[in-house]
């Protein structure tokens, strides 16, 4: 399966366009991610908690919006965005939304 964030893939002819295809992901951001985040900021540094909790979640959104795809007997999907969004100051969500299309094979 290709994914591009791009409207087309270069060499690649679209010949059906399989409808649009999304995934979301909800984490909670627990209360020792929070403290060791709060600790990161004054001290400076990445927060690792919450790099590793928005990974998985949009690991977990890519991969349903893959399935979607490969249900719609997609072979590519193009035009992908990934939209994060922290609802409540606890939760993190992350929403993978593209073009599932078949591809001319090559």
């Known amino acids: 399966m290709q ?14 366009y399989k409808g649009i295809v999304s995934g979301d992901a909800i984490v909670g951001a627990n209360f020792v991610k929070d403290f ?13 908690g ?3 909790a928005l ?6 959104a890519m991969d349903d919006m893959i399935e979607q795809a490969q ?17 409540g100051g606890s939760m993190l969500m992350v929403s993978a939304n593209g073009t599932a299309v078949v591809l001319e094979d090559a």
């Open 3 to 16: 994914i591009v964030t791009t409207d087309s893939i270069e060499g690649k002819r679209i010949v059906a």
């Open 36 to 48: 060791f985040a709060k600790v990161t900021d004054v001290l400076g540094g990445r927060a690792g």
């Open 50 to 52: 919450y790099e590793k």
């Open 55 to 60: 990974r998985g979640a949009k690991n977990h």
């Open 71 to 87: 249900e719609a007997g997609a072979n590519a999907i193009i035009g992908v965005d990934l939209d994060y969004e922290s609802i």
